[in-house]
């Protein structure tokens, strides 16, 4: 076993702040990387040390795997945390950094380079009874023989890039009139973004769940679950609200999916965190998607209701220790609800909104946490993810998740760009999200951009009858004065 001393974090923002917090409170040293664009962010000035590695894109920056390696043993660093993005699911980065005599905090490059590709990840898993989305399980090219495939799974299908990501490269197809067209566009699409056209077909499951089991496994042979997150609120086939536990979940489905992920996770002898993606239907049964090698955005929600720093966890496990929990220590306690503050103008499409951040205060109190890498006065850079943070909730039950993430949302102010946190307070009191019967359709089917502008207004107008109620009540005890600062809040929401 090789103790960690110090720890460079291949990454920025809030993922890079949250990685050398738990590396501080284990006692470990933390190195920073930045490009030009990141000169004054906040996780280079937590860092015991930083490093610029380069110009604003990511390309002459944060993913340059040599220079990255080449700081390490000048500083003699032990380890590299990639965090999640970046180089964090690349196996030839995670390769050179063992050759270098570093270590990884992650799986194993042959793991990434498994679940890595779908079709190969399909493929490891095929022994282990993990039940599947029906489609084909090699790359198709030719467009006969999808033909044949589609119309023997059924339409509608769905046709995905084998080295797809982030919603990327997938297609939706209704018929067999759209095929030739659709499988053209998969393909081109798929090159141009991942230097990969393999594209195969699914069966596309109308309207599923988005629900994921978290796994940890030391390199020993131990894998154990960390139950599911719940993930269906997304935009793009990206997610934006996540929570843990999932409202639907029986505990013998949630042991089924619990036992496939672990399952998933043994196919490629996985060790360190990892993610198992399903899909779930209407009637409950799921799919195996994918698996994500890394540590994932949404990681609070499961700390939150296990009592598990799965950060802590991957330290450790890198370290070579043997996993110190056991499945049957581990309970759910309580509901945890996550939004993403993305800057981004959900009244116009989620596109991108970057900017100045001119105020900017974090809702504080009971169950708030906020995981975030930036300040009031700085500048969110155009080169990367526009999350600029997350906002957790945690409670004793869902109900009360869900009321503490609606006052966390007003508490929160931001401005000087456009950002998500509108459209989660809307999610948060929609009536189809709180009676947890929702799925990754929910966006499209009840959300309007006008939606946000009729919430402010009804907001003004609740503000409005409590100023109204406020005036009677002074007028009948006009004694009692009421304060500037109890107005002046109503107003604000
Ligand atoms: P990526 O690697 O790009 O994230 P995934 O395979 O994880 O791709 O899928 C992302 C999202 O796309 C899922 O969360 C789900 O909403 C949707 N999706 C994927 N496969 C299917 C399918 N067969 N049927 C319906 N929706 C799907």
């Known amino acids: 076993m090789k103790k960690i001393k110090k720890i460079l974090v291949a990454n920025r923002g809030e993922i890079a702040l949250r990685i050398m917090r738990t590396a501080r409170e284990m006692g470990i040293g933390t190195v920073a990387i930045y490009s030009e664009a990141d000169r004054g962010a906040l996780h280079v000035r937590f860092a015991d040390e930083a490093v610029c590695v380069g110009p604003p894109p990511s390309s002459a920056s944060y993913l340059q795997a040599e220079k990255i390696i080449t700081i390490c043993k000048n500083l003699k660093v032990d380890a590299i945390h990639p965090g999640y993005g970046f180089l964090s699911e690349n196996a030839d980065f995670a390769r050179k950094v063992e050759a270098a005599g570093l270590i990884f905090i992650g799986p194993s490059a042959?793991?990434?380079?498994?679940?890595?590709?779908?079709?190969?990840?399909?493929?490891?898993?095929?022994?282990?009874?993990?039940?599947?989305?029906?489609?084909?399980?090699?790359?198709?090219?030719?467009?006969?023989?999808?033909?044949?495939?589609?119309?023997?799974?059924?339409?509608?299908?769905?046709?995905?890039?084998?080295?797809?990501?982030?919603?990327?490269?997938?297609?939706?197809?209704e018929g067999p009139e759209e095929l030739v067209e659709q499988m053209d566009r998969a393909i081109s699409e798929a090159i141009s973004a991942f230097g990969d056209g393999a594209v195969f077909i699914e069966k596309f499951i109308t309207s599923p769940k988005h629900i994921e089991i978290q796994v940890l496994g030391d390199q020993h042979g131990n894998i154990i679950h960390l139950f599911e997150r719940e993930c269906s609120i997304q935009r793009r086939h990206q997610k934006v609200i996540e929570e843990a536990p999932s409202a639907v979940l029986t505990p013998e489905i949630r042991e089924a999916m619990g036992k496939a992920a672990v399952g998933v996770a043994r196919a490629c002898n996985y060790y360190g965190a990892g993610t198992v993606e399903f899909i779930v239907d209407d009637q409950l049964n799921f799919f195996f998607l994918e698996m994500n090698t890394r540590l994932q955005v949404e990681h609070p929600v499961t700390e939150q209701i296990t009592g598990v720093d799965l950060v802590k966890q991957q330290i450790k496990i890198a370290q070579g220790e043997v996993l110190e929990i056991q499945q049957?220590?581990?309970?759910?306690?309580?509901?945890?609800?996550?939004?993403?503050?993305?800057?981004?103008?959900?009244?116009?499409?989620?596109?991108?909104?970057?900017?100045?951040?001119?105020?900017?205060?974090?809702?504080?109190?009971?169950?708030?946490?906020?995981?975030d890498g930036f300040e009031e006065g700085m500048e969110i850079p155009i080169y990367y993810d526009s999350m600029i943070a997350k906002l957790i909730t945690y409670a004793n039950t869902r109900e009360e998740a869900i009321q503490r993430m609606v006052r966390a949302i007003d508490e929160y102010q931001i401005t000087g760009i456009e950002t998500t946190l509108a459209f989660c307070k809307f999610v948060m009191q929609h009536d189809v999200f709180r009676s947890g019967n929702f799925n990754t359709k929910f966006i499209e089917q009840y959300f309007k951009p006008e939606m946000l502008t009729v919430q402010d207004a009804n907001d003004e107008l609740i503000g409005a009858a409590f100023a109204v109620k406020l005036f009677k009540e002074m007028a009948a005890r006009p004694a009692e004065a009421v304060s500037v600062q109890q107005q002046s809040n109503w107003k604000k929401r």
Do not use: C, W
Request: charged share 25%; hydrophobic share 45%.
């Open 328 to 371: 049957e220590d581990l309970k759910i306690k309580g509901h945890a609800m996550e939004v993403r503050v993305y800057a981004e103008d959900p009244a116009n499409n989620f596109l991108p909104n970057v900017g100045l951040l001119k105020t900017y205060r974090r809702p504080q109190g009971p169950g708030v946490r906020v995981d």
């Open 110 to 173: 042959q793991a990434i380079e498994i679940m890595g590709s779908k079709l190969g990840a399909k493929a490891a898993v095929a022994a282990y009874d993990i039940p599947m989305v029906p489609g084909t399980d090699h790359a198709i090219d030719d467009i006969a023989i999808a033909k044949e495939k589609a119309a023997a799974i059924g339409y509608p299908i769905l046709i995905k890039a084998s080295a797809g990501g982030g919603g990327k490269g997938m297609r939706v197809v």
